[in-house]
C-alpha cells in the first residue's frame, strides 16, 4: 500500500494532486512529496552550546589580528578572568535554562529580541533582497503576466506547506545516496522519533522547517521599545501595491482552491489600468521609520475608525505584491528598487514582498525577523522552477481570459498628524537612500570549479580577496562578519564566521611587501587562510562559532544588572562594529541580491560563486566608505591570487 507523507491512502493522494491534467488544476508545488514536511523536525539535534573554554579561546584568535599586541594582551587578561570568575556562573544558568526549553535553540529568543528590539528603519539596515533570474521563456516576463504565474506558483507552495506537502529541507552531503527516491521511499517509514537518525546514517543533514510557519500571512508590527510578529492563519488575499495604493483580493477561495488564474490574471490588468494617481501622503512611508515613530503613528492610525480592519487585510495577506511601473537599467537601479525602492510602493513590513516591475524583472525583499535565508531561498527556487516550468498562463492563453474582477482597493483615513508624519518619514527615507552608494564586479578569469580543482575552498577564497582588498584599500583589518545558517538545528538561526584571521593577516601583508616571497610560499599561505576559514565555516555550521555564545551570555550578565568586564572591553564592542558585513547563497533561480552595511562606516557584501566567475554588489555610505575603491581591490586580489595559482609571479 502506497502511503503519503501524512498516512493517507494513495487514491486520495493523486486526487488531491491532479483533479484533471491541467496546469491550472495542479494544488502543489511538487506533486511528487514523498515526505512530510515535518517528518524530521521532532528528531533534529539540538544547538549545541559550545564549551565556555572552547569560546573563549575562539574569541581570542577572532580578535588577534584586529589588535596591538598590547592590546591584546589586555583583552587576554579580561576574558582569562571572564572565564575564571563569571563565565561559570552565568554559563551554568545558560545551560539550566536551555535544558528546561527543550524545544527549542537557546539563541531564538535573544535573536528574536535583537531583531524585535532595534529601533532603526528596517529598510537598509535589516531587509535583503533577492532577485530572479529571467523566464527562459521570453514572453513570459511581461508584468502581468509573470505576476500571474508567481502568485499561482507561491499559493502552490502555501497550500503544500499548509497540507504539509513540502518536502523539508534537506542539506546532502551525498546526493547520489541520500537525495534519491529509494531513500524517499525508506525514510519516510522510520518514525518521526528516529527519522533524523535515519537520514545521518547516509550523510543527509534535515534542517529546521519551523521559520516557513512565518513566511506566509505574515507582518511584522511596530511597538514602542519591541516590535511583535503576527501570523494569521485564516488569510486568503494577497496585498497588491501599485504608485503607493493598496488593493487586496482573494488568491484562496472559501473551500480552500487557488483561485482560477483568469481571474487573478484580471484582477493585476484592473490594478495596472487604475488611473488613481499617487497619494498625496502614501502611508506605505511609514514602514520605513524608526520602529517606535512608526508605532505612535501606527497607533494614531488605528484611532481612526475604519482603519483598523484595513490595517488587518495588510498585515493578513497571503503576501505583499509590489507593481512597478519603471524599467531596470543597470545593477544599481536593480540593487535600488529591490532594497528600498522609492519608500511608497513597499510595505517592508510584510514577512516578504515580491516585486515585480514593467519589464517582469522580479525580486523578494523580506524582513529579517522572522527567518533567514534559507526559508527564503526555498519558497525563492520553487517559485522560480514552478513559475518556468509549469506557467499558469502565457500571453496565448491570458486572450481568452475573461470575467469579473473581485478587487478591492484599500484607503486608510488620514488626519494632519498623520499627514505629518509620512510627510517627515518620506524626506527621511530620501535622504538616507540618497547617502547610500551601489556597485557590483563580475570576476570571469575564474570561478568555483577552478578553485575546486586546486583543492580550495572557493567560499575561502572570495572572503580571502575581501581581506587582501581592504588593506589594500586601508591599510589595516577590520571585523568581518560572513553570514552561516545553523538551520541543522532545531530552531537554529544563524552563526557568525569570523573571516579575518592570523592566516588572512600572514597573507595579505606578504602580497604587500615590497620584497615579494616565491610562488611556492604564497601558495602556502593562501592555503593556510583558505584551511583556516573552511574549519572556522564547519565549526560554525555545527554551532560551534563564539558569537552566539557570548551574546547570549551577554544578555543573561546584563539581565542580572552585572555587567562583566570582558563586555565592557573597547575590542569587544570594536569586533561588533562589523565593518566587511558579508553574505552569499547561489541557486540558478537567482540573478543577484543584496543588502546594506550594519554600521555607517561599514560595507554591505553580496557575493556569488559560480561555475566560471565571481561576483559582489556591495553598498556603502560615502564617504565614510568608498565602494567602488574596494571593487577595484578585490578585482586586483582576486588576480593576485590567480596569478600565484597559476603558478606565476603576481604582478601589483
Ligand atoms: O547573519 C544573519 O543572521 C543574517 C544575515 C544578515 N546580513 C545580511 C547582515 C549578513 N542575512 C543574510 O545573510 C541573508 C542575505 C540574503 C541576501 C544575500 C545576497 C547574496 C547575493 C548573491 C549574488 C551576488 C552576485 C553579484 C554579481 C554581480
Known amino acids: 500500500r502506497f502511503l503519503s507523507p501524512s498516512g493517507v491512502s494513495e487514491k486520495w493522494f493523486q486526487s488531491r494532486f491532479y483533479s484533471s491534467s491541467s496546469s491550472e488544476d495542479v494544488r502543489y508545488i ?4 514523498k515526505v512530510h514536511t515535518y517528518h524530521f523536525q521532532d528528531s533534529l539535534p539540538r544547538l549545541p552550546i559550545p564549551k565556555l573554554e572552547e569560546t573563549c579561546r575562539r574569541y581570542l584568535d577572532a580578535q588577534k589580528p584586529l589588535l596591538t599586541p598590547e592590546q591584546y594582551e589586555d583583552t587576554k587578561q579580561l576574558v582569562d578572568k571572564f572565564q575564571k570568575r563569571e563565565a561559570p556562573g552565568l ?19 535573544p535573536w528574536y529580541d535583537m531583531y524585535l528590539t532595534a529601533r532603526e528603519s528596517i529598510v537598509l539596515n535589516y531587509n535583503p533582497f533577492m532577485m530572479f533570474n529571467d523566464d527562459p521563456t521570453a514572453e513570459n516576463n511581461d508584468q502581468v503576466i509573470r505576476a500571474t504565474n508567481m502568485i499561482k506558483s507561491a499559493m502552490r507552495f502555501k497550500l503544500s506547506l499548509d497540507e504539509t506537502f513540502l518536502e523539508p529541507d534537506v542539506y546532502h552531503l551525498k546526493p547520489q545516496l541520500s537525495d534519491t527516491q529509494w531513500f524517499r521511499n525508506v525514510i519516510r517509514f522510520v518514525p518521526r522519533q528516529l527519522s533524523w537518525y535515519g537520514a545521518f546514517l547516509v550523510k543527509a543533514f534535515p534542517l529546521d522547517m519551523s521559520q516557513y510557519a512565518r513566511l506566509f500571512c ?9 516590535d511583535r510578529l503576527a501570523t494569521f492563519e485564516s488569510g ?9 495604493n493598496f488593493y487586496v483580493f ?17 484582477n493585476l490588468k484592473h490594478i495596472l489600468d487604475d488611473p488613481t494617481p499617487p497619494p498625496n501622503f502614501p502611508v506605505a512611508a511609514l514602514t520605513s521609520e524608526n520602529r517606535d515613530t512608526w508605532a505612535s503613528m501606527r497607533h494614531a492610525l488605528e484611532a481612526i475608525p475604519g482603519n483598523e480592519e484595513i490595517l488587518r487585510l495588510i498585515d493578513s495577506a497571503v503576501f505583499a505584491l509590489s507593481l512597478d511601473d519603471h524599467e531596470l537599467n543597470s545593477v544599481a537601479d536593480v540593487t535600488r528598487t529591490f532594497l528600498h525602492g522609492n519608500g511608497t510602493n513597499r510595505w517592508f513590513d510584510k514577512s516578504f514582498q515580491l516585486i515585480i516591475c514593467k519589464d517582469g524583472k522580479a525580486a523578494v525583499n523580506f524582513e529579517h525577523s522572522w527567518g533567514d535565508g534559507v526559508a527564503v531561498l526555498r519558497f525563492f527556487n520553487e517559485v522560480y522552477k514552478d513559475t518556468t516550468t509549469r506557467p499558469a498562463c502565457t500571453p496565448a492563453s491570458a486572450q481568452n481570459f475573461s470575467g469579473e474582477t473581485t478587487v478591492r482597493k484599500l484607503d486608510l483615513n488620514l488626519n494632519p498628524e498623520i499627514e505629518r508624519g509620512i510627510y517627515a518619514a518620506k524626506d527621511k527615507f530620501d535622504t538616507t537612500v540618497k547617502g547610500l552608494d551601489i556597485a557590483e564586479l563580475q570576476v570571469h578569469t575564474y570561478g568555483k570549479d577552478y578553485i575546486k580543482s586546486k583543492k580550495l575552498s572557493p567560499d575561502a577564497i572570495m572572503q580571502l580577496a575581501f581581506q587582501m582588498a581592504f588593506f589594500r584599500q586601508n591599510g589595516k583589518f577590520v571585523p568581518t562578519y560572513e553570514s552561516c545558517s545553523t538551520a541543522a538545528f532545531k530552531h537554529g538561526r544563524t552563526e557568525t564566521i569570523r573571516s579575518a584571521s592570523n592566516a588572512t593577516v600572514a597573507c595579505a601583508e606578504a602580497f604587500q611587501k615590497s620584497h615579494r616571497a616565491g610562488v611556492e610560499e604564497m601558495t602556502d599561505r593562501i592555503r593556510r587562510a583558505a ?4 574549519k572556522l565555516t564547519k565549526e560554525a555550521a555545527m554551532g ?6 557570548l551574546f547570549a551570555l551577554r544578555l543573561l550578565a546584563e539581565s542580572t544588572g552585572k555587567v562583566p568586564d570582558i563586555f565592557q572591553d573597547p575590542a569587544y564592542k570594536q569586533i561588533n562594529h562589523i565593518i566587511l558585513s558579508t553574505s552569499t547563497l547561489s541557486s540558478p533561480a537567482l540573478m543577484l541580491g543584496g543588502f546594506g552595511p550594519v554600521v555607517r562606516d561599514g560595507f554591505g557584501v553580496g557575493y556569488g560563486i559560480q561555475n566560471d566567475w565571481l561576483g559582489c554588489n556591495v553598498t556603502s555610505y560615502p564617504p565614510d566608505r568608498d565602494v567602488r575603491g574596494f571593487l577595484e581591490c578585490i578585482r586586483l586580489s582576486l588576480e593576485d591570487i590567480y596569478c600565484v595559482l597559476e603558478g606565476k609571479n603576481f604582478k601589483q
Do not use: C
Not at 511538487?30 to 512529496?33: A, E, I
Open 30 to 33: 511538487d506533486p511528487k512529496t
Open 544 to 549: 560551534q562559532g563564539f558569537d552566539r555564545h
Open 531 to 534: 584551511d583556516w576559514h573552511a
Open 236 to 244: 486568503r488575499h494577497i496585498l497588491v501595491m501599485r504608485k503607493g
Open 250 to 266: 482573494d488568491t484562496i477561495t472559501t473551500d480552500g482552491h487557488i483561485v482560477p488564474t483568469a481571474t487573478i490574471y484580471q
Open 218 to 226: 505574515s507582518t511584522r508590527i511596530p511597538e514602542l521599545k519591541k
Open 91 to 109: 554559563n551554568a544558568e545558560l545551560l539550566q535554562k536551555n535544558k528546561s526549553n527543550k524545544h527549542t535553540s537557546y539563541i531564538a529568543g
